[in-house]
């Protein structure tokens, strides 16, 4: 009887829907393999496209820290120059101040400084004594044929 049942239309139907839901399981189970390969390459994808950041950023971060360190050595530099210029002017403000007192105090007791200290200097002294200060000839201060 089971044999008749199968040679008859209803045991193709039933053979039809067994094949049917066989290959409808089979595409299902490939179709979610296939979902799952493609969301592993995703991951992958992901990993290796963060490893390759990560390598940027720490490529980046050293040339952003031995750039910082260059400009650290900069500003020592700079600083150290700075506190040097500062201890010239001060040197230079005093020697200023000390020959500015003692102009005044020449001029409070010598009659002649005072009588020709406010005049202009004649011509070509005053370039002499540039010269002279540039490290000029010495002997051009005495050399009155200009």
Known sequence: MIGWIFKTVVGRWVTA???????????WKWHAFK???IHQGQQ??????????????QNAL??????????????????EE???????????????????????EQEKTDETYKE??????P?????????QAAGGNPGALRDDSN
Do not use: F, Y
Not at 83 to 102: F, G, H, I
Not at 116 to 121: I, K, R
């Open 17 to 27: 829907s067994l094949i049917a839901l066989l290959l409808g399981g089979g595409a």
């Open 35 to 37: 979902e799952d390969l």
């Open 44 to 57: 992958v994808c992901v990993q290796e496209i963060n490893k390759q950041t990560v390598i940027d950023l």
């Open 62 to 79: 050293a040339a952003e820290k031995a750039a910082h360190a260059e400009l650290s050595a900069k500003l020592i530099a700079t600083a």
């Open 82 to 104: 700075n506190a040097e210029s500062r201890e010239r002017r001060a040197a230079l403000e005093r020697q200023v101040s000390d020959l500015k007192t003692a102009m005044a």
């Open 116 to 121: 020709w200290a406010g005049t202009d200097l």
């Open 123 to 131: 011509d070509g002294v005053a370039e002499r004594l540039r010269n």
